[in-house]
């Protein structure tokens, strides 16, 4: 099984009880949380979580989700999300995002999302800090 790009972060996730809507199947929110999952245990791993960001009173926000929802998932499933920084500029960080079934391969879930930088004390738009252009341009990869 290949991804979509090289080098993801991944994290393996397993469809629970909680996650299944009226039809029987993962609701389409369960795939934003996911999604959000996804993109704070790869900032932690770089060594930016939420208390990093808090020293330097920097935050990456959410701007625009594109999520494109290609399969169903159901109760126990066993999936991986993979994560990848695509851009990393002054203001804007932009990850994608590809959800699997481990089982089959099947991809169920590709996503886009933008963020931009700003200073928590305010909620004002700021430039990304060099740390985070370190850490994120550090595994930053071009898109195919």
């Not at 993109?39 to 808090?54: E, P």
């Not at 804007?92 to 079934?101: A, E, K």
């Amino acid at each position: 099984m290949s991804w979509d790009l090289p080098d993801p972060c991944v994290i393996p996730l397993e469809v629970d009880a909680n996650a299944i809507d009226e039809y029987g199947h993962a609701n389409n929110a369960e795939y934003l949380r996911w999604v959000q999952q996804a993109s704070w245990a790869h900032s932690a791993s770089l060594g930016l979580d939420l208390a990093r960001y808090r020293v330097l009173d920097r935050a990456m926000v959410v701007h625009r989700h594109e999520l494109d929802y290609l399969a169903p998932a159901f109760l126990g499933d066993r999936l991986e999300m993979a994560t990848w920084i695509v851009e990393v500029g002054r203001l804007v960080l932009v990850r994608r995002f590809q959800l699997r079934r481990r089982t089959d391969g099947i991809t169920l879930l590709r996503a886009r999302t933008r963020y931009a930088c700003i200073a928590l004390s305010s909620g004002r738009a700021r430039r990304v800090p060099e740390e985070y252009l370190m850490a994120y341009g550090r595994v930053r990869v071009d898109e195919a």
